[in-house]
Nanobody
Framework: QVQLVESGGGLVQAGGSLRLSCATS????????MGWFRQAPGKEREFVAA????????DYADSVKGRFTISRANAKKAVYLQMNSLKPEDTAIYYC???????????????????WGQGTQVTVSS
């Protein structure tokens, strides 16, 4: 059974940083592209960042470029999202997702992903 479990969310002031982690089990992690998505209250789920199976390719939403960094540790079967210079508009539930995908570019649509975590809340106060 595939499981994705996010952690690291919380409450932070604007300008602060958080590091989200996604631990996986039951997944062929080394052949999976991994993504982070988020959903704010009253809004649709949106793409945040993605990384290829090898880590060689990444992609980011324009709204987070230069502030967020996605990375992965295949030996630990985990993916991370370092979030710096956080803004109130970054407030959302953040979801980790996995897609069995060895191609490029990395997938950026939620429909491309096969497995999802339950999410972790990130709240940025002004």
């Amino acid at each position: 059974q595939v499981q994705l479990v996010e952690s690291g969310g919380g409450l932070v002031q604007a300008g602060g940083s958080l590091r989200l982690s996604c631990a996986t089990s039951g997944l062929s992690f080394s052949i999976s592209a991994m993504g982070w998505f988020r959903q704010a209250p009253g809004k649709e789920r949106e793409f945040v960042a993605a990384i290829s199976w090898s880590g060689a390719s990444t992609d980011y939403a324009d709204s987070v470029k230069g502030r967020f960094t996605i990375s992965r540790a295949n030996a630990k079967k985990a993916v991370y999202l370092q979030m710096n210079s956080l803004k109130p508009e970054d407030t959302a539930i953040y979801y980790c997702a996995a897609d069995y995908n060895l191609g490029t570019p990395v997938p950026t649509t939620s429909a491309s992903y096969d497995y999802w975590g339950q999410g972790t809340q990130v709240t940025v106060s002004s």
